[in-house]
């Protein structure tokens, strides 16, 4: 894989200076959104509050992120301020709302929202959440992979890198039935594999996979924990699979699972984390009590980041170490005055 100029800076965007992934996701909507709303017993959450939630995620988690993922809808109008320009910004595409069919789930865009748009406010990557199972009908999983395709695509006519995470959700036919943003009890780790193979392709044009663990976070012991080397082949199949830089996700796990996820990732070659819930929910707990919220984020949530910080540079993959990027695929090119007449303009 040789990096274009725009995608190479995306990614040295996202990593700090050693090439490791520190990221914060600030983007969640109805994990966010429903608590609130069941607190004031309404359908829907008033906009102030998420918003200034996530405008306090952004102010009170950002010294210890390498980057941080907003959405449009609250996170940026309220919360970009706050953003130091020291830090990446990775924005989402991907809505929230998202289409129930019998033969599985349908993920879609924001409206009035796109990579062009988020290239031209200075977003440093694009991200892109997509339910996938591979036991789905045809008719979606054509669905997905060509919603996919387009963002791709998109990404690489805009030069801007393509962070991609991948969900398995639940089938009408499986026990655990859940639409809530977390970890689907039960998942196949085959389920979780085949869809990270389908979408290495080259066609799909991903660029960094944010990734959910391949075993339920409650049964991943952590290296060097009883059991650890029966459970770490399947993360090392995951990296092989995967192709590229990588990271994990928290989807929901509590802090100690997924610190345990981690040291089984970074012994597979992940190059970091991307995770939210796993840092901030405890603090979210006491809402609406604002000072509680903001004391909790500044001490255990940074604190517990700090640890993870440490465990990353320990552990983890440089990104550009990744054998993808052979003889110099993760260095600027051309190095020369060439430079301006090869490379293209997006907007043309």
């Known amino acids: 894989m040789q990096l274009t100029p725009g995608k190479l800076w995306g990614m040295r965007r996202m990593a700090d200076a050693a090439g490791r992934f520190k990221m914060t996701a600030v983007d969640q909507r109805p994990p966010i959104k429903n608590p609130i709303a069941a607190h004031y017993g309404t359908d829907e959450a008033p906009y102030d509050d998420v918003a200034r939630f996530k405008a306090l995620l952004t102010e009170t988690l950002q010294d210890e992120s390498s980057a941080m993922l907003l959405d449009p809808h609250y996170a940026i109008p309220r919360g970009i301020g706050y953003l130091s320009p020291a830090k990446g910004l990775i924005v989402t595409l991907e809505d929230s709302l998202f289409e129930e069919t019998e033969g599985g789930r349908l993920s879609l865009q924001i409206d009035d929202w796109s990579v062009a748009k988020i290239k031209r406010m ?19 999983n054509r669905h997905q992979q060509d919603f996919v395709k387009r963002i791709g695509e998109a990404c690489a006519h805009c030069d801007i890198p393509f962070l991609f995470e991948l969900l398995v959700y639940p089938l009408a036919s499986d026990a655990h039935q859940t639409k809530d943003y977390v970890e689907l009890q039960g998942k196949k780790a085959d389920d979780v594999l085949a869809s990270v193979e389908e979408f290495a392709k080259a066609d799909y044009g991903v660029d960094v996979f944010k990734l959910e663990s391949p075993v339920n976070a409650g049964d991943v012991p952590g290296v060097g924990n009883d059991g650890w080397e029966e459970v770490q082949p ?77 465990l990353t540079d320990a552990d983890a993959m440089a990104w550009h170490a990744h054998s993808v990027f052979v003889e110099g695929g993760a260095t600027f090119s051309p190095d020369d005055a060439s430079f301006r007449h090869q490379y293209g303009d997006f907007g043309s």
């Open 234 to 310: 399947v993360f090392d199949e995951m990296g092989r699979l995967a192709g590229r830089p990588w990271v994990m996700l928290s989807a929901g796990a509590g802090k100690p699972q997924f610190r345990n996820i981690l040291t089984h990732a970074f012994r597979a070659g992940a190059s970091g984390y991307l995770a939210g819930r796993a840092i901030w929910l405890d603090a979210f707990s006491r809402f609406p009590d604002w000072g509680a919220m903001r004391a909790g984020l500044s001490g255990e949530s940074v604190d517990y980041m700090k640890d993870l910080n440490a």
């Open 122 to 140: 200075g977003g440093d990557a694009v991200k892109v959440l997509a339910w996938y199972r591979p036991d789905a009908s045809d008719a979606v």
